[in-house]
C-alpha cells in the first residue's frame, strides 16, 4: 500500500560492520524501514542487515512463494497473512514467549488475521480515509461522499488513488453493503454509484502527497501517513474518516519458514516490539505502530496528529478489509474494469 | 521467368544463409520465442487463488478477452469494456503515429536539407531525450500540462485564458505525451529516408507543373514512404503496449492495454487473462508488422 | 520579328552566394533564341550554361535582367507556370513511377483528362521507340532507355522550348552518336524550339541551328556552326572550336609583319581596313607544307599519325609552334622526317585576323 509513498523506490541496503556475526534479510515495501532502526539492530546484535523492496503484496507473494529468495523476515499488509499461512510460508517462531510480548497494544493481540499472534506482529498501521483541502470545500470531510458524490466544488477536483482493494471496499460500504461482499444487489449499487461518480473525478493517480500539497489536487481517497505529510507542506490540507465506512491496514511483520537466519530473525521481531524502537519505525513512515508505550518516543507532532488519533466516534467506522475470496475479486476486477474502461 | 538453373542456384543461396544465420536463429528462439512460450502456456491455465496459476487447463481467461459472464444475471454478452480498452489504445497508438509524422516529417525534412555539418548536430539535439528516463520525461511533460504547469501559467500572463485548461488527466495529455515520447522514432527512419531522396526530382517535379503540394504528395512523400512506414510502425507498436505515459499523463481514469494487463497480473490477480491479454496485443502488433511487409514488398516486387 | 522569338534573356545576370563568397556565374546575358530553332550553348565547365538553363526553366530568378517567352515577361513565375520542359543531365527520373508514368506525369499535373494522357503517353512512347518497355520501373534500364524516358516525359507536355542539360554526357561514344540523331529527328518532327547544353563542340556544330559559345559567364559569339568555326569572333572561340595555329602579327594594310620580320600577304576582305598589332588565326588544314625556299622557312619538330591525317607539329624562327594538318601517302608513310627544313604556305584568304 505504501507504494507511492516515493515515486521512484530504491533498493535501501544498510551496509554494516565486515565482521558481522551473522545476516539477517528483510523484505519490505520500499521506503519504509528506518535506516537508524536498522543501524540500531545491527550495532546491538553485531547483525549485517539487508533489507530488499517489493512495491506490492502480490509481487511479494510470488516472489517468496519461487523459492530461493533468501529472505528472513516479509512485511505483508494484514490481508496477506492468513495466504502467507494458508500456503505454509511462514513459522510460528514461539512470539507470546518473547520477552518484548507483553508491550503488544491488547487490541492488536486477537486480529482475525493471526488469532494468537502465532505469527506475526505490527509493524505500522494506518487506514484509508480521504484528505481534502479546505480552501476548495468547508463542509464535512467525514464522509465518502467527497468521492462518491462529489459536492459541487470538488467536481473536477477529486483524486481517487487506483487501489482497487481500499476503493470499491469504501464504496461498497458507502452504498450500505460489506467489503468482499458477493451480494450481488450490494456490487450492483456499488458499481453504479462509482460509475456515476467518475465523471465528477479528475484522476485516479498516486502521488497524492505532491499534488495535495501544491493545489493541484483538491480532494482524494488517500492514506493518513501521507495526508500527515501533505498538512506539514499544506496546512489547509485535512483528513476525513467517512464514517460509512473506511479502511483500516495493519502490515505485519512475520518470519518465513525457510528463513536462514531464523535466530536473528526473532531477535528482530522481539526488538521492534519494543516501544522505543517501535517508535523509530512510526517517526520514518508517519504510520502508529501498535505497540504500547511507544508513544512516549514519538516526534511531538505525531503525538496529537489528527491523521493518526481516529475520534473516539468515528473508530467504529474503520474496517478491516481481508484479501477478497477468489468469487469476489474477480467481481471486484470486473467492476474496476467497467470504471476505467 | 528465371530459368530453373537460376532458381537452383537461389535455392542454394536461401539455404546457405538459413545455416549462416543459425547462430541468430537460436538465440533468438530462445530470447524470444522462450519467454512467449511460457505467456502463452499461461493463457491456458487457470488463475490461482492469490496470485498466480494453477497447473490446470483452462479456456477461461480466452473466453474472458471478449466475452463478458455478467456478475449480475450471469448473462453472457460481447465485453464491451476490454473491446472499448482494446479500442482506445488502438485509436490513441493511430492518432500518436499521426502526430509524430506530422511533426516529424517536417522535422526530418529541415534536418535532412542542412548542412551536413549541422545535421549532426540537429539529431544529435533529437536524440537527447532518449538519455533521460521515460518516467523522468513523462513527469517533465506533465510539469508543462497541469493546472498550474508552465502552459497555463503562460497562457494566463498573456490574457488568453482566465481559469487554467484542463489538458493534464485527459486523453489529449496522453497523445501530447506518447508523440513527444516517441517523436524521435519517427524522425530517425524518415530522416533516413529524406536524406537518400535526390532533390533534383523535386525539381522535375516543378518543371513537369506540379504544384508545391502535388510535389510533396506526388513525389516526395511516395518515395520516403519507407522511411515513413518503419517509423510509423517504430512509434505505433510501442504506443500500443504504453504503459507510464496513459498511467502519469492520463491520470488513470481511462486504461489502455498495457495498464489493463498489469491490472491482471497486480491487483486483478489474473495472470493466464493478463496472458491472454498479451497475446492479443501480440497479434495486434504482428497484423501492424505484416501489413508493413506487405506494403513495402508490394512497392519494391524485386527488392 | 519579335513574333519569331520564343525565347529571350535581357541582360540577364545570375549571382551566387553574398559579399566575399558571391560569385558570379553570368554576367549580363542577352540572347534571343528563336522559334523551332536548335539552339546550342556552348563553352567549358562552370562557364555558366547551367545557369543560363535554369534561369529560363525558372529554378533560379535573376539577380538582374529579365528572362521572356513568347514577348511576355516570365521572370517571376515559377517553374511550374512556364511552358518550358527540361530534360535534366542526371535524368531525374521518378523512381517510383513506371515508365508510362513517368512519361504522364507531366499531363496529369496539367490536370488534362484520363484519356488524353494515356493516348499521349503511347504516342511518346511510339516517338522515342520504347512501347515494350512501358510498364517497367525506371532503375531497371539502361542508360540510353533512361535517356529516351527522359526526352519523352519532358516532350510529352508539348512545352513551347525543350532544355536539354548535357542529356547525352552519360551515354558512350556510340549511343551517344546515335542520340545525336535521334534528338535531331524529334526536334524536326515536334518543331519545338530545343536549347541545348554541350561542352563537346563537334556535337555542338553538328545538331545546332545556331551555337552561343560561352566562357566565364558571358555569351562571347552567337552564329550558325559554320560562321563560328570560319569566323571566330575572337582567340577564344577560335581555339575552343576545332584546332587553331596562333601567329602574332603586325597588320598593315597589304598584310602581316611577323616577330622575325617575315611578310606575309592577306586577303583585303580579312584585313577589313585594320592594322595594328593583332593575331593571326588558321586551321590546320589550311596550312600547306612544301618544299624549303618555298614561303615562311619552318622546321618539321615532329609528326603524329592519325590514320588518313598526319598531323605535322612545325615551328617558326622565332620558336612559334603551328600544327598543319595533311593527308597521309597510300602506304602511311609520312612526306617529311622530322628536323627537316620545310617551307609554309599561308593562303590570303584563309588567314583570319584577331583582336586580342
Ligand atoms: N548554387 C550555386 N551556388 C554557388 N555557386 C554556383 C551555384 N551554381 C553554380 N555556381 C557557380 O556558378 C558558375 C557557373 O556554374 P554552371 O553550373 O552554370 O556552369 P556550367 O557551365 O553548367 O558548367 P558544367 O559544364 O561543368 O556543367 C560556376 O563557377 C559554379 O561554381
Ligand atoms: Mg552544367
Redesign the pocket.
Given at each position: 500500500m505504501k507504494k507511492l509513498l516515493t515515486s521512484v523506490a530504491a533498493l535501501a541496503t544498510v551496509a554494516s560492520m565486515a565482521s558481522a556475526e551473522g545476516e539477517l534479510n528483510i523484505f519490505n515495501w520500499g521506503n519504509y524501514t528506518n535506516p537508524d532502526l536498522i543501524k540500531k539492530f545491527e550495532e546491538t546484535y553485531d547483525v549485517k542487515v539487508t533489507v530488499t523492496d517489493f512495491d506490492s503484496n502480490t509481487t511479494a507473494l510470488t516472489k517468496i512463494e519461487a523459492g530461493g529468495h533468501g529472505f528472513d523476515i516479509v512485511v505483508p499488509t494484514h490481508s496477506y497473512i492468513p495466504i502467507y499461512v494458508e500456503k505454509g510460508l511462514l513459522m510460528k517462531p514461539g512470539i507470546p514467549e518473547m520477552e518484548n510480548y507483553h508491550n503488544l497494544a491488547p487490541q492488536w493481540v486477537d486480529v482475525d488475521w493471526d488469532p494468537k499472534r502465532e505469527y506475526s506482529v505490527p509493524w505500522q498501521w494506518g487506514t484509508t480515509g480521504v484528505a481534502v483541502n479546505t480552501k476548495a470545500y468547508s463542509g464535512d470531510v467525514n464522509t465518502a461522499a467527497i468521492f462518491m458524490d462529489p459536492p459541487a466544488e470538488l467536481v473536477g477536483k477529486v483524486n481517487v488513488v487506483p487501489e482497487m482493494q481500499d476503493v470499491i471496499s469504501m464504496a461498497l460500504m458507502y452504498v450500505g453493503g460489506t467489503p468482499c461482499t458477493t451480494d450481488k444487489t450490494m456490487l450492483k449499487a456499488a458499481r453504479d454509484a462509482l460509475v456515476a461518480a467518475k465523471p465528477k473525478w479528475m484522476s485516479m493517480d498516486y502521488g497524492m502527497t505532491e499534488k495535495m500539497s501544491n493545489g493541484d489536487v483538491m480532494a482524494s481517497v488517500n492514506w493518513n501517513g501521507s495526508t500527515f505529510r501533505i498538512r506539514n507542506n499544506n496546512p489547509d490540507v485535512v483528513y476525513g474518516y467517512p464514517k460509512e465506512g473506511y479502511i483500516v491496514w495493519m502490515d505485519n511483520a512475520a518470519i518465513l519458514n525457510d528463513a536462514k537466519n531464523a535466530d536473528n530473525a526473532k531477535l528482530f521481531i522481539n526488538f521492534i516490539m519494543d516501544p522505543e524502537n517501535a517508535a523509530m519505525i512510526s517517526s520514518f513512515a508517519r504510520y502508529a505502530n501498535g505497540i504500547t508505550g511507544s508513544e512516549a518516543f514519538m516526534p511531538d507532532d505525531m503525538k496529537t496528529a489528527p491523521e493518526i488519533v481516529v475520534p473516539a466516534d468515528l473508530v467504529a467506522a474503520g474496517k478491516f478489509t481481508g484479501a477478497c475470496p477468489k468469487e469476489a475479486q474477480d467481481m471486484y476486477t470486473a467492476i474496476w474494469t467497467e470504471l476505467q474502461k | 521467368m528465371p530459368s530453373s538453373s537460376e532458381d537452383l542456384a537461389e535455392t542454394a543461396r536461401v539455404r546457405r544463409n538459413w545455416l549462416l544465420s543459425t547462430p541468430a536463429l537460436v538465440l533468438l528462439a530462445l530470447g524470444a520465442a522462450g519467454p512467449l512460450l511460457i505467456v502463452a502456456v499461461y493463457s491456458f491455465l487457470e488463475a490461482g487463488e492469490y496470485s498466480g496459476v494453477e497447473w490446470r487447463f483452462s479456456l477461461d481467461a480466452w473466453f474472458q478477452i471478449l466475452f463478458h459472464r455478467d456478475i449480475f444475471d450471469d448473462t453472457i454478452s460481447l465485453a464491451d469494456a476490454h473491446l472499448t480498452i482494446f479500442w482506445r489504445s488502438v485509436k490513441l497508438s493511430l492518432l500518436t503515429t499521426i502526430a509524430t509524422f506530422i511533426f516529424g516529417f517536417p522535422t526530418a525534412y529541415f534536418i535532412a536539407t542542412r548542412a551536413p555539418k549541422q545535421r549532426a548536430l540537429w539529431l544529435f539535439l533529437i536524440t537527447i531525450p532518449f538519455w533521460t528516463n521515460l518516467l523522468i520525461r513523462t513527469f517533465a511533460i506533465m510539469e508543462v500540462l497541469r493546472n498550474q504547469g508552465i502552459l497555463n501559467t503562460l497562457l494566463m500572463k498573456i490574457g488568453l485564458i482566465t481559469t487554467p485548461i484542463q489538458i493534464l488527466y485527459t486523453d489529449t495529455a496522453v497523445l501530447i505525451g506518447m508523440a513527444y515520447v516517441y517523436l524521435p522514432l519517427m524522425v530517425l527512419p524518415m530522416y533516413a529516408a529524406i536524406d537518400r531522396f535526390d532533390f533534383r526530382l523535386v525539381e522535375a517535379g516543378y518543371d513537369l507543373y506540379a504544384s508545391r503540394w502535388q510535389v510533396l504528395r506526388r513525389v516526395i512523400l511516395p518515395i520516403v514512404k519507407p522511411g515513413a512506414i518503419a517509423g510509423s510502425i517504430l512509434v505505433f507498436v510501442p504506443s500500443l503496449g504504453a504503459y507510464v505515459t496513459p498511467r502519469v499523463l492520463g491520470g488513470g481514469k481511462n486504461m489502455m492495454i498495457g495498464n489493463f494487463i498489469d491490472l491482471q497480473f497486480g491487483q486483478g490477480r489474473n495472470w493466464p487473462l493478463g496472458a491472454a491479454l498479451s497475446m492479443v496485443l501480440l497479434v495486434i502488433v504482428g497484423a501492424a508488422l505484416l501489413a508493413y511487409v506487405r506494403v513495402s514488398t508490394k512497392e519494391n516486387p524485386h527488392g | 520579328m519579335t513574333d519569331t522569338i520564343a525565347v529571350e534573356a535581357k541582360s540577364a545576370r545570375k549571382t551566387?552566394?553574398q559579399g566575399t563568397e558571391a560569385?558570379t556565374?553570368?554576367k549580363d546575358v542577352s540572347v534571343q533564341i528563336s522559334k523551332g530553332e536548335f539552339f546550342t550553348l556552348l563553352?567549358?565547365?562552370?562557364?555558366?550554361?547551367?545557369?543560363?538553363l535554369r534561369l529560363i526553366a525558372g529554378f533560379e530568378t535573376p539577380t538582374s535582367g529579365e528572362i521572356w517567352l513568347d514577348g511576355k515577361d516570365i521572370s517571376a513565375d515559377p517553374p511550374n507556370k512556364r511552358p518550358i520542359n527540361t530534360v535534366f543531365q542526371s535524368y531525374a527520373l521518378f523512381p517510383h513511377l513506371t515508365v508510362a508514368q513517368n512519361i504522364g506525369f507531366g499531363l496529369e499535373m496539367l490536370g488534362r483528362p484520363r484519356k488524353e494522357v494515356a493516348e499521349t503517353t503511347a504516342e511518346m512512347l511510339a516517338l522515342v521507340r520504347m512501347e515494350s518497355l512501358a510498364g517497367r520501373r525506371t532503375a531497371q534500364l539502361s542508360g540510353g532507355q533512361q535517356q529516351r524516358v527522359a526526352l519523352a516525359r519532358a516532350l510529352a507536355p508539348r512545352p513551347k522550348v525543350l532544355l536539354l542539360?548535357?542529356p547525352l554526357s552519360a551515354l558512350d561514344l556510340k549511343l551517344r552518336k546515335e542520340m545525336q540523331s535521334e534528338l535531331k529527328r524529334l526536334q524536326t518532327e515536334t518543331g519545338i524550339t530545343f536549347i541545348f547544353?554541350t561542352?563537346d563542340q563537334e556535337e555542338a556544330l553538328t545538331m545546332s541551328d545556331r551555337i552561343g559559345v560561352?566562357s566565364a559567364?558571358n555569351i562571347l559569339q552567337i552564329g550558325a556552326p559554320r560562321d563560328i568555326y570560319t569566323s571566330p569572333a575572337n582567340r577564344f572561340v577560335a581555339d575552343f572550336i576545332g584546332e587553331t595555329n596562333f601567329i602574332d602579327a603586325t597588320v598593315d594594310a597589304t598584310g602581316a609583319t611577323l616577330s622575325g620580320g617575315q611578310h606575309i600577304d592577306i586577303a583585303p576582305q580579312r584585313i577589313a581596313g585594320r592594322s595594328g598589332k593583332m593575331t593571326l588565326a588558321l586551321r590546320p588544314e589550311q596550312l600547306r607544307i612544301v618544299p624549303a625556299g618555298h614561303g615562311l622557312p619552318a622546321t618539321l619538330t615532329h609528326s603524329v599519325y592519325f590514320g588518313t591525317d598526319i598531323h605535322c607539329h612545325l615551328a617558326l624562327p622565332d620558336g612559334t609552334e603551328l600544327v598543319a594538318r595533311m593527308q597521309a601517302a597510300a602506304d602511311g608513310s609520312a612526306a617529311y622526317t622530322p628536323g627537316t627544313q620545310v617551307g609554309l604556305i599561308l593562303p590570303p584568304d584563309a588567314i583570319q585576323l584577331l583582336e586580342d
Open positions: - | - | 551566387y552566394g560569385v556565374a553570368l563553352g567549358p565547365s562552370g562557364c555558366g550554361k547551367t545557369t543560363l542539360d548535357e547544353v561542352h560561352m559567364g
